[in-house]
């Protein structure tokens, strides 16, 4: 029996080779040192186990390593470039951070090509606008359950170099899955589980406007809010058009599938 886990498995993949590609071994630059500080000024870390979610436990880990005049690049959940010294990885998982993301401190640092801010609590507030957009080196990126609500800024490709992106847990607004498809060229593996999503007949007219297909191997969905539409119809209609002709991978759970027919999959 295969068990699937909370975190991604490859956003483990991804911090275990990029945490042992040179850490430490590069001096930081003092730019990307104060962006951090700051970013950790404005998080408020949880005392006890019952300030944080039951899906967040209580480490009581606070970033302690983060101190002025040291190399940020030895820093808890921080990797750097070994010769620029340009933070490319910040790993904030399941730390239950509570504060916002209103500071543009986090999107300074241009050079992450990968980001997890999942299973924190940050404020319910719209995402930060311009926000994740501006991070275009971004390859894997984590908000799983990280507390924000509002809609990912995708329309003009700016997040196009995404391979990997967990959006679980969120509350989406009326972002759709065909937006999703069809602005992250380079996507291969999406998981949305417990979101808030659309799936009206308005996006599958837009998505019938072309039939290319996209470079999905991975799509594990489960457990949606449906703003819009009915999602068999949906994915029916994906999957006729071809837009997940690629798919290795599809995991669905808690959809009402009782009018979908197999031979969409064939």
């Not at 940020?72 to 509570?98: N, P, R």
């Not at 894997?140 to 847990?169: K, T």
């Not at 509350?171 to 899955?177: A, F, H, Q, V």
């Not at 819009?228 to 006729?240: E, V």
């Amino acid at each position: 029996m295969v068990r699937l886990h909370l975190l991604p498995s490859y956003l483990i993949l991804v911090t275990a080779i990029l945490a042992t590609g040179g850490r430490g071994a590069s001096l930081c630059r003092q730019d990307q040192s104060a962006a951090l500080l700051r970013l950790k000024a404005s998080f408020r870390f949880p005392n006890t186990y019952s300030d944080c979610p039951l899906w967040s436990p209580f480490q009581g880990r606070n970033l302690s390593s983060w101190k002025v005049n040291t190399n940020c690049c030895t820093w808890e959940g921080v990797t750097c470039d070994g010769t620029s010294g340009h933070v490319t990885a910040l790993d904030l998982l399941g730390l239950c951070i509570s504060g916002n993301l209103s500071s543009s401190d986090i999107f300074k640092l241009t050079s992450l090509r990968s980001l997890s801010l999942a299973f924190n609590k940050f404020d319910e507030s719209p995402w930060p606008n311009p926000g994740f957009e501006q991070l275009t080196e971004l390859k894997y990126l984590d908000l799983s359950y990280f507390g924000l609500s509002g809609a990912l800024h995708i329309e003009n490709g700016q997040l196009s170099n995404l391979v990997a992106l967990n959006l679980s847990g969120l509350d989406l607004k009326n972002l759709s899955l065909h937006a999703l498809i069809d602005s992250l060229g380079n996507l291969q593996k999406l998981h949305l589980y417990s979101v808030n999503i659309s799936a009206s007949p308005i996006d599958l007219a837009h998505a019938s406007s072309t039939n290319t297909a996209s470079g999905l191997k991975e799509l594990r969905m489960g457990r949606w809010t449906i703003t819009s539409g009915r999602f068999d119809t949906y994915l029916a209609n994906l999957l006729f058009r071809s837009k997940l002709a690629n798919l290795v991978t599809l995991y669905l759970t808690g959809f009402d599938l009782k009018k979908f027919e197999l031979s969409y999959l064939d």
